[in-house]
């Protein structure tokens, strides 16, 4: 049984990360989304909420699964019996930095192999940094993220604005 984990911070899950889910469970026989922390960025949403929000835009697809992860990721790998990372790549500047964490997350741990796929093309932009400044903004995210989430995401930008007294 091939096993494969996509993580990532996820902080709102967009509709490119949506398609690379997708597009991993058609090939590997499951896959486990892990909500990561990403200490370089204030985040939006809690992790556990993360993890919510992406189990409703997952719900149609029986073998994925999502959890939150606090460790590093070969850890999580191993505790999935997994062998496989999956990243998804949107430019050249997503696999600088991807190839060098393959590349650290192979020292941590040999047997561990990281699959990159390539972004569907409509998707190259799209980032969850542009989310929530569109979000802010007030401008329609219905193209950026899935319709199960689009009200949180407002909702919560919202919340953020009102305590920074914008």
């Known amino acids: 049984m091939a096993t494969a984990v996509y993580p990532g911070s996820f902080d709102p899950v967009t509709l490119g990360h949506l398609n690379i889910i997708t ?3 058609q090939v590997f026989d499951e896959v486990y989304v892990c909500t990561l922390v990403n200490s370089g960025k204030a985040p939006l949403f809690t ?5 919510e929000l992406i ?6 697809l029986g073998n994925v699964y999502v959890e939150a992860w606090d460790d590093l990721v070969v850890k999580y ?9 999956v990243k998804g790549l949107r430019a050249v500047s997503d696999f600088d930095r991807e190839f060098q964490m393959a590349l650290v ?4 741990d040999d047997d561990i192999e990281t699959l990159f ?3 569907a093309a ?9 989310v929530k400044e569109m979000a802010r903004y007030g401008a329609d995210i219905s193209e950026f993220v899935p319709r199960e989430i689009i009200d949180d995401v407002y909702e919560r930008v919202e919340r953020f604005k009102r305590q920074a007294g914008d």
């Open 122 to 130: 409509k998707y190259t932009y799209l980032s969850s940094t542009v």
């Open 47 to 51: 992790r556990d909420e993360r993890v």
């Open 105 to 108: 997350n192979k020292i941590n």
């Open 23 to 25: 597009r991993a469970a």
């Open 77 to 85: 790998v191993k505790k999935c019996n997994a062998r496989i990372i």
């Open 117 to 119: 796929m390539a972004s």
């Open 55 to 60: 189990q409703r835009c997952t719900a149609k």
